[in-house]
DNA sequence: CAGTATCCCAACGGATACTG
DNA sequence: CAGTATCCGTTGGGATACTG
């Protein structure tokens, strides 16, 4: 057995893995998390498991054919997991995992942000569209 | 002159604004700061200002094309600044705003979580992948 | 209810060429 | 160097119809 800790894996990880570099796997999965669903699906399920037709209701706008994607992706990148219940109708639910769990504080914080410095940012536009 | 806080316009600010809203502008704010260049960007400003061409070796992989676009969402959102030193040929610097700053723990937090977390998400992808 | 399957248009975004 | 402009293929994502 290796004698490293969980914290010197995570320093290596973090050497080994670099979002600037073009080939990193990372960009991809920070494509998958910088996504305006993701953020918004993952905000949704802080309070706990939810029914699919409950996030489709939670989050406006949102079409099913996006919120299932979404929700495959999450799945499949293990952030959040889905129970069946064999009913019927079918039941669907959906909980964040473990590892989705420790991505929501971030999540949430970009949503957060945003909803706080809308103010800010709507200034700034303002002066930036008036300068040119 | 009105009497509140910066504090409480802060919370009034949080409770005019929802994402979760399909109407409301954070939803298009959101989409600005959950890009993956964006997030990339600002990462990249993070120890200080850099010239066009520095962010774009930096950022392997983006086009000009993307840089420049991303680089004048944010410069419009306030998040960063764009000098011109008129010397031949031309010097452009950007440099994080207050607000940019404010912004950065956030987007390098997303970026840490994708290199720290990539191979437990390795992990359930091969688990999904096998189950299905 | 919770999906899958099509169709189809708009945008995203890369490659290339040109300008101050 | 730091852009802008154009072309053009690829993808994103909505609308609709159908299934277990």
Redesign the interface.
Known sequence: MVTTTAGQR?EQ??RD??????GC???E???T????W???VI??LADGPHRHSELAR????VSQKMLTQTLRTL?????LSRAVTASVPVRVDYELTP?GR??LP?ML?????????????????A???AGS
């Open positions: 995570r990880a973090k893995y670099d979002a600037f570099l073009a796997p990372t960009r999965l920070l494509s998390l910088t996504d305006k993701a953020a918004l905000a949704a939670r989050i406006a706008g799945e499949r990148d293990g952030l590892l420790e991505l971030v914080a970009i949503k957060t942000w945003a909803e706080t410095h809308m103010d800010r940012v709507f200034q700034a536009r002066r930036f569209d």
